[in-house]
């Protein structure tokens, strides 16, 4: 038995901080959807350009695609025993459709997921931290106008699957303010509540 988990919160939550600590900890693999399009874009492949006026403009890239690419990635992980196959996901799904999609993918490749773990924060506090990162890291996607589009695409077509999962008693919500150490603390934490 491995853990499966989905990590839900908004943009600038710190998923990716977080999902890193969680993989190491559990012994499997983050993988970030947005990490996967960035090197993506970077390499300037197929699938980069597909991708690059999406997540520039900070829209979502079209379902077709990004369902296609974790399909291939989770049925690349299995070699042997599917109850093996663990993972963090950190940026899917990110649409109600996209969690009927990671649904089928799974059942497809015989496993199920554990549960989502939900980071909350508010906005005031996330559109700071990702205007901080947007001067250290020099992200694309990281100017005012986008960062304020992203997050209204989250709340339009992100947030909403967090009922989803909460409805299948499969959701536990983490508060992110604090140090990343504490943060981490109280997911793994929470992790025991979704074994239960
Ligand atoms: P992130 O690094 O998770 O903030 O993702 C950066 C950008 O990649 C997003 O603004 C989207 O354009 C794209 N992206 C990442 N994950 C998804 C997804 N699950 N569905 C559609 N687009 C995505």
């Known amino acids: 038995m491995s853990a499966r988990i989905v ?4 943009p600038g939550a710190g ?25 993506n874009i ?24 990004t369902n296609a690419m974790v399909r ?42 554990d549960g989502a773990l939900e980071i909350t924060a508010d906005n005031d506090v996330v559109t700071e931290r990702l205007l901080k990162r947007a001067e250290i890291e020099g992200r694309a996607d990281d100017t005012e106008p986008v960062i304020r589009h992203r997050l ?3 709340a339009e077509q992100t947030a909403p699957i967090s009922a ?14 604090g140090e990343v150490d504490e943060v981490t603390a109280r997911l793994v934490d929470a992790l025991e509540s979704l074994e239960k």
Do not use: C, H, M, W
Request: net charge negative; no cysteine.
């Open 42 to 65: 970077k390499g300037e492949t197929e699938l980069g350009k597909l991708a690059q006026d999406y997540t520039s403009r900070g829209e979502l890239v079209p379902d077709s695609v």
């Open 7 to 10: 990590l839900l919160g908004p």
């Open 164 to 177: 989803v999962y909460s409805e299948r008693g499969a959701l536990v919500e983490v508060d992110g303010i």
């Open 15 to 39: 998923k990716g901080t977080q999902a890193a600590r969680l993989a190491e900890t559990l012994g499997v693999e983050a993988i970030s959807t947005g990490d996967i399009f960035r090197a």
């Open 72 to 113: 291939d990635k989770l049925a690349s992980k299995i070699s042997g025993d599917p109850s093996e196959l663990g993972f963090i996901l950190d940026g899917y799904p990110r649409n109600v459709a996209q969690v009927e999609e990671l649904d089928a993918i799974l059942a497809d490749l015989g496993v199920s997921l």
């Open 152 to 154: 209204s695409v989250y």
